[in-house]
């Protein structure tokens, strides 16, 4: 039986390795047919994907009416090992509740003036060139060598341009609209795939303990109870940085969105609701989020009136610091334990690979890796006994091996 399981592990370690070749050998040197037929399973998939990620961003709130409305049934279920379908249905019921509850205010509240921003920007783009026009006037009129470089470029740069409209923007006209309809398109999928999403996370909500228990099956079918064991306690850590991080992080963003929205309200700020949804979006991105939010709003009130920009400057670094002192961590916590620029690292590299939502996900999924390779270290560290804290690395000496060490 020994002999056999051996055999087996020899077969799949083989059969991994040459799958890994071929893919590699393909995508490098081949026609790409597995990258097409992954980015086609991929996308076949991703009504599901969605599903999985709504419902997992939904599964606390059910839980939160399960326990806070049905305590005696749920402390009964526990034992049995199974909910009953009514009280999940029912917790499901207010969650979808809350939450479209949540989008109507949303719509009703927000989009509203928003429009009314959005028209009011519109009606006053020429107010806002001939202002930005006169400034430009003024700084070359008062400062003759800047005027001189500015014309110089513009003469240097002038035929350059002329050509480039000529020989490369008019002849890709027709790939741009080609581009266009494809990304209408693949606007319309993407709200497709949403929808069905929707209707996909309702039966993941409902399964979630199933869905649970199989993934538990399925690692302790794969690796040994020791082995096991880790990768368990990997997922929950996983779990628990992803899920702290990414549902604190969002209601974080939404609960700065609405205080600027009333501030700015308060303050009587031009464009207020416009303004919020720049801060309040971008506040999603971590570390650089209130700055990429901050800019664009400051300059927008900057067209109505300086002073007001300054004022409304001010507001915002007092805002970002109740974020950053009360509001965040009170939400976050300590969830990534990564350091500063651990986190400006994995924001870069992230938004490097995957735009915006790399910058988003890259902090969790950085510290995901940052604590598996602090616990190998670790792990290594106790067996040789040494200690494992960093503090006992910082005199300039390494530390002699030590008996004893809790392992």
Known sequence: MRRESN????????????????????????????????????SAVSPILYGAFIAYMLAPMVNFFEEQLFETVIRKSRESGRIPGGVRALSMVLTWAVIFFFFYL????????????????????????????????????TNPTVEEWVTTQMNTYFEDFTSWLTSGVLPKVQTVMTTVSGGVMSVLNFFKNILVGLIVSVYFLSAKEHCAAYGRKLVSALFSPEKGKWVLRGAQKSDSIFSGFVRGKLLDSIIIGILCFVGCSILKFPYTPLVSVFVGVTNIIPFFGPFLGAIPSTFLILLVSPMKALYFLIFVLAL????????????????????????????????????????????????????????????????????????????????????????
């Not at 040459?18 to 037929?37: M, N, S």
């Not at 719509?107 to 400034?135: C, F, H, M």
Request: proline share 4%; charged share 15%; aromatic share 12%.
């Open 106 to 141: 949303l719509a009703s509240v927000l989009l509203p003036e928003l429009y009314k921003s959005v028209l009011q920007l519109v009606s006053n783009a020429d107010n806002y060139y001939r202002t930005i026009s006169g400034w430009v006037e003024h700084l070359l009129e």
């Open 7 to 42: 055999y087996f592990q020899i077969g799949l370690t083989a059969f991994a390795v040459v799958a890994a070749i071929l893919l590699f050998y393909d995508t490098l040197f081949g026609g790409k047919v597995l990258l097409l037929i992954a980015g086609q399973l991929l």
């Open 320 to 407: 970002q610091q109740l974020d950053g002192n009360v509001i965040g961590p009170k939400i976050l916590g300590d969830k990534t334990g990564l350091s500063s620029i651990w986190v400006i690292i994995a924001i870069l590299v992230g938004g490097s690979f995957f735009g915006i939502l790399g910058m988003f996900f890259g902090v969790p999924v950085c510290a995901c890796f940052y604590s598996l390779i602090n616990f190998l270290l670790d792990s290594r560290l106790r067996k040789k006994g040494m200690p494992a804290d960093v503090q006992s690395y910082r005199n300039g000496k390494t530390p002699a091996p030590e008996k004893n060490l809790p392992e």
